[in-house]
């Protein structure tokens, strides 16, 4: 693993949002440490609704800052679980906000994004794009690899495919900034469909971050706020 220093601090900074394992975590510390670096970026924060989330561990041994943001205390705060996320969802951008990205990358982070959470976002500039393990309008939401196989055993479908898409409130409905489709086999196991997914995953969530980049580079240009 490549463990030089970032890049310079004035290339684009990224905050990375997770829930787990963080694999796609260590894509995108792995493109923007490498020398020369195949994602000009700089992983400023990374944050994580789950405290045992293997991609902190990650995060600290390429000395990112983290910070841990569950959601259970809230739900202990608060009377209704709206309320409660509505409290999660604040403090959640304020979190962001402070950090001061260019663009949120969420791999593999298993809340949803409010109306009320993307909008401080957008006010302030912020891109924010999303890793989703399915084609567009196939599989929104949750185990989207494990829907796929059970539907590709039942004869629905023929493959499957990841993307990279920005994040609207709709649930894995925003544009799509890359499409991969990934074929599928006969007689494979769950998880060597798995596996073959987060290897397209690993290459994608760089070059997709890196296309949303320039664009979101590009629009601030024109609109003369860089
Ligand atoms: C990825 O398959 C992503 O598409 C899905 O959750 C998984 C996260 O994997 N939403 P990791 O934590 O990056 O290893």
């Not at 694999?23 to 924060?45: C, E, G, K, R």
């Not at 944050?47 to 800052?65: C, D, H, M, Q, V």
């Not at 925003?174 to 006969?186: D, K, Q, S, T």
Request: aromatic share 4%; proline share 6%.
């Amino acid at each position: 693993m490549a463990t030089s220093t970032p890049s310079t601090p004035a290339s684009p900074r990224l905050l990375v949002l997770i829930s787990g394992n963080g694999s796609n975590l260590q894509a995108l510390i792995s493109a923007t440490t490498s020398t020369p670096p195949t994602l000009p970026a700089h992983i400023i924060h990374v944050i994580s609704n789950k405290k045992a989330a293997f991609g902190l561990t990650r995060a600290a041994n390429a000395n990112i800052p983290t910070t841990y943001h569950n959601l259970v205390p809230y739900k202990k705060q608060h009377a209704d679980i709206a309320s409660a996320r509505q409290a999660y969802d604040a403090e959640l951008v304020r979190l962001i906000l402070e950090q001061k990205p260019d663009m949120v990358v969420c791999a593999g982070w298993m809340h949803i994004f409010s109306e009320a959470a993307l909008q401080p976002l957008v006010e302030a500039g912020v891109g924010i794009i999303n890793l989703h393990p399915a084609l567009p309008g196939q599989f929104d939401g949750a185990d989207a690899i494990e829907r796929a196989y059970k539907a590709f055993q039942r004869g629905e479908i023929g493959g499957t495919g990841i993307m990279i898409h920005w994040v609207i409130c709709e649930v894995d409905r925003g544009e799509p900034i890359v499409v991969r489709e990934v074929e599928m086999v006969a007689g494979e196991e769950l998880a060597e469909l798995e596996e073959r997914i987060h290897r397209v995953e690993h290459v994608e969530i760089v070059n997709g971050t890196r296309m949303a980049l320039k664009r979101l580079m590009r629009e601030r240009e024109a609109a003369g706020r860089t």
